[in-house]
C-alpha cells in the first residue's frame, strides 16, 4: 500500500517516542487537512504489528471520507495482546498526557487538562491547579485497535 499524497502543506507525519517504566514505545502524530481552532484529534493504541497499517489506514480514511478530526495519534505497543489492561490504561495515560504538554504548548485544545477558549485573545486558558478529567471523559480514543477498526473509528 501507498499513502495517498496529501492535500495540504501543513500535513505531517511526526515519529517520536514515549518512555514509560523504562519501556520505550513508537508513537506517531498524523496532522491532515485543514481543522478549527480547536484541532479535534484521536488517539489510538495499536500492536506494533500494525503500526505502519494504521498509519496508512488513518491517511486513506481521511481522504476517502470527510473527518471532523484533522489529528491523529497512534502509540505502538509490542505483543499488546499479552498486557494487562491496568498497564494498557497507565501507558495510554503517560501517552494522553505528553499529547496535552504538546498541545497547550501549541495553543490547542487538551484531552484531559481542563481549559476553556478566550476568543478575545485567540487563546486557550488552561487550569492547570484543577484536578484532570478523567479517562472515561474523553471519549475519542481506541485501545488494540485493528487496521480494518481503524476508519470505523475515526468516523464515529
Known amino acids: 500500500m501507498f499513502f495517498k499524497p496529501f492535500i495540504y502543506s501543513?500535513?505531517?507525519i511526526k515519529s517520536d517516542t514515549l518512555k514509560v517504566k523504562n519501556e520505550i514505545y513508537k508513537t506517531s502524530h498524523?496532522?491532515?487537512g485543514n481543522s478549527s481552532l480547536t484541532k479535534y484529534f484521536k488517539v489510538v493504541a495499536c500492536d506494533?504489528?500494525?503500526f505502519k497499517k494504521i498509519e496508512i489506514e488513518i491517511v486513506n480514511c481521511y481522504t476517502k471520507h470527510k473527518l471532523e478530526y484533522t489529528e491523529f495519534y497512534i502509540i505502538s505497543i509490542p505483543n499488546y495482546?499479552?498486557?494487562q489492561s491496568?498497564?494498557?490504561i497507565y501507558i495510554l495515560m503517560n501517552f494522553i498526557n505528553k499529547i496535552d504538554t504538546?498541545?497547550?504548548n501549541l495553543n490547542l485544545s487538551t484531552a484531559l487538562v481542563k481549559h476553556k477558549y478566550d476568543f478575545k485573545n485567540n487563546k486557550f486558558e488552561y487550569?492547570?491547579?484543577q484536578p484532570k478529567k478523567e479517562l472515561i471523559d474523553f471519549k475519542d480514543y481506541k485501545l488494540n485497535v485493528k487496521p480494518n477498526e481503524?476508519?470505523?473509528f475515526l468516523r464515529s
Request: proline share 0%; aromatic share 8%; charged share 35%.
Open 30 to 32: 498524523i496532522s491532515i
Open 150 to 152: 481503524v476508519c470505523l
Open 48 to 50: 506494533s504489528s500494525d
Open 127 to 129: 487550569y492547570l491547579d
Open 86 to 88: 491496568n498497564k494498557e
Open 81 to 83: 495482546t499479552k498486557i
Open 102 to 104: 504538546e498541545r497547550m
Open 10 to 12: 501543513q500535513d505531517f
